[in-house]
């Protein structure tokens, strides 16, 4: 029959620990015989040893050797039986220099040579050895047989039966037998306690099954279109897959390194090491908007999986802005509404040149207003956003004011990261004034040049930001505003907390400002409100560049995948502060 190895790995621990424990066993049990058969020819030699000399110290057997002849029924036969027959030796000899016998255990041999060379013994030496003589294999010893003044006069051999040796190595075996079996019996227990707890933690997978997981594993963390961070419980990175790597900016050298050691002090960082909880909070890292969820594991570490939502938010934001913008010309559809139910009046009852006045003023106006935007920002798409957030500030019974002093070349690198920027400040200010209920809610926008320098300053006449959340209000998912209804949970706490759905715009400002090397504040105004600056080192292009928008930052790094799709559209609305 064949026998098969089994394909489940608890199965084959199972087996090879019951076989390991077994061979150990077998091993340790013939290392510890071999030895003490040793043990016991050594012990069996040595008490033949201590009869002989105890047999040889009589001095009257000595005398009676010199003195008599061998017989079988001598005096030196009587004394060497009488011994043997108290040590329960095999057998005592007692022979002359000559080797002749002069006792026996059989008195036949009483008389004759000894059968083995006692040469060695009557040369004053003492011989211990297992041998094999007339009576069988024996553990002797031979000690010479000195007379009252030393001189040798025989010698004095001494047997124990081998037989009672074999016996006592024999009579060990059951009993090391049994602890040998106990120690495998508590071996093959441990076994299967560990295999049955082995079974449950791999599911009862196959070795063959391992290697082709890993490889799906592998397949399907790299392959996927969502970042996966498993980190342990000491907060040390596990696993990085390679979206990921994109969207946080790390490497494969990042495993086993400590979060705080590869990614920059925020949100994001904290979001990862577990100190912010709650499912999809909003991160920003290298201006990308991401999604994060945490599943702890059972080890104590979690996995963290990550979504780019940079695109959704752009999108977002623009679907706000154009709600604005359709808002805005609901109002002015009204107001034209009227403005031509008044110029029909007027033609009805025959007043022409007053009809013509007024709508060369309406439209002068408006375009006036457009034109004086266009001169001070050269910049299409700012100077667009700009008109469009004046129609939405105007239905929202807020003033947008363009500062005297604002004046922005048509040499901006990337118009898009000023429109973002320009766009989250205008929206947060917009909010702000409306909420403060004042006289003449307004706000104030100056956009100027310093070289190669972009300064983008928003006032409001709103409630302003006090001291102390003037650092904080930049924050991943920091918000002045109540949190969005989330389904099952209870009302906010606060109005400043942590918000899921909020608190991006500010945060995106300020990345975009670092990576141009800038920064973003939030200052006082004087009579009330909040100012807003955000310098952007290195956003203007000289004005003799041959090429409009020539880059000079190559350092800076790519924008998020899908947003070059997106060159001429203005992104007017982010979100709270």
């Known amino acids: 029959m064949r026998i098969r190895w089994p394909r489940r790995v608890f199965a084959q621990v199972l ?71 108290a040590t ?19 008195p036949a041999e009483i008389g004759r040579h000894v059968s083995t060379d006692p040469s060695r013994t009557l040369a004053g030496r ?6 094999t003589g007339t009576l069988g294999r024996s553990a002797r010893a031979k000690v010479p047989l000195r007379d009252a003044r030393g001189r040798i006069v025989g010698a004095v051999s001494v047997g124990i039966a081998y037989d009672s040796v074999r016996e006592r190595l024999l009579g060990t075996i059951p009993g090391l037998l049994r602890y040998a079996g106990a120690a ?45 961070v498993a980190v342990d419980r000491r907060g040390r990175i596990r696993l990085v897959n390679d979206e990921a790597g994109r969207l ?32 999809d909070l909003l991160a920003v890292s290298g201006g990308r908007v991401l999604v994060a969820n945490r599943m702890p594991t059972q080890d104590g570490g979690a996995v963290v999986t990550l979504r780019d939502r940079t695109e959704l938010e752009l999108l977002g934001r623009e679907l706000d802005s154009t709600q604005g913008l359709l808002d805005a010309l609901r109002a002015q559809d009204h107001e034209h509404a009227n403005q031509l139910h008044t110029v029909r009046g007027l033609l009805e009852l025959g007043r022409y040149e007053k009809a013509v006045e007024f709508v060369t003023e309406a439209a002068s106006a408006q375009r006036a207003s457009a034109e004086q935007i266009a001169e001070r920002v050269s910049d299409p798409l700012l100077s667009a956003l700009l008109v469009g957030k004046a129609a939405i500030a105007a239905e929202r019974g807020v003033s947008l004011r363009v500062s005297p ?61 006090p001291p102390e959340l003037r650092e904080r209000i930049f924050a991943e998912g920091w918000s002045t505003k109540a949190a969005r209804p989330v389904a099952g949970e209870g009302a906010p706490a606060g109005p400043v907390a942590f918000h899921r759905g909020r608190g991006i715009g500010l945060a995106l400002v300020r990345r975009l400002a670092e990576r141009y090397g800038g920064m973003a504040r939030v200052t006082a105004r004087a009579g009330g409100g909040a100012v807003f600056t955000v310098v952007l080192p290195e956003a203007l292009a000289p004005e003799d560049a041959s090429v409009r928008g020539a880059p000079r930052r190559p350092e800076r790094p790519e924008r998020p995948e899908g947003m070059e799709s997106r060159k001429r559209r203005p992104l007017g609305s982010g979100t709270s502060r």
């Open 15 to 85: 087996t090879a620990q019951v076989a390991l424990t077994t061979g150990v066993m077998v091993l340790a049990t013939s290392l510890f015989l071999a030895p003490l058969g040793t043990e016991l020819d050594d012990q069996a030699m040595r008490r033949a040893q201590s009869i002989a000399q105890t047999t040889a110290a009589d001095p009257d057997l000595a005398r009676e050797l010199v003195a008599s002849a061998p017989d079988t029924h001598g005096p030196v036969q009587a004394a060497a039986e009488r011994i043997r027959t």
């Open 88 to 106: 329960g030796a095999l057998y005592i000899v007692v022979m002359d220099t000559r080797g002749v016998r002069w006792s026996h255990t059989h």
């Open 126 to 131: 003492q011989v211990r050895q297992i041998d």
């Open 184 to 228: 495998l019996a508590v071996g093959v227990l441990a076994a299967i306690v560990l295999s049955r707890r082995l079974r449950r933690r791999t599911h009862g997978v196959a070795f063959a099954d391992i290697s082709a997981l890993l490889e799906e594993r592998e397949a399907m963390l790299h392959g996927i279109r969502e970042g996966v």
């Open 248 to 279: 946080l900016g790390l490497d494969g050298r990042a495993a086993g390194r400590a979060l705080e050691e590869v990614l920059p002090p925020g949100r994001t960082t904290e979001v990862l090491a577990g100190r912010v909880a709650g499912p």
């Open 405 to 465: 002093s604002t004046l922005l070349p048509d040499t901006v690198v990337d118009p898009r990261d000023l429109v973002t920027v320009l766009g989250n400040l205008l929206d947060n200010a917009l909010d702000a004034a409306a909420e403060r209920r004042c006289a003449e809610p307004f706000v104030e926008v100056e956009l100027r040049a310093e070289r190669s320098t972009a300064v983008l300053r928003v006032s409001d006449t709103g409630p302003g930001v």
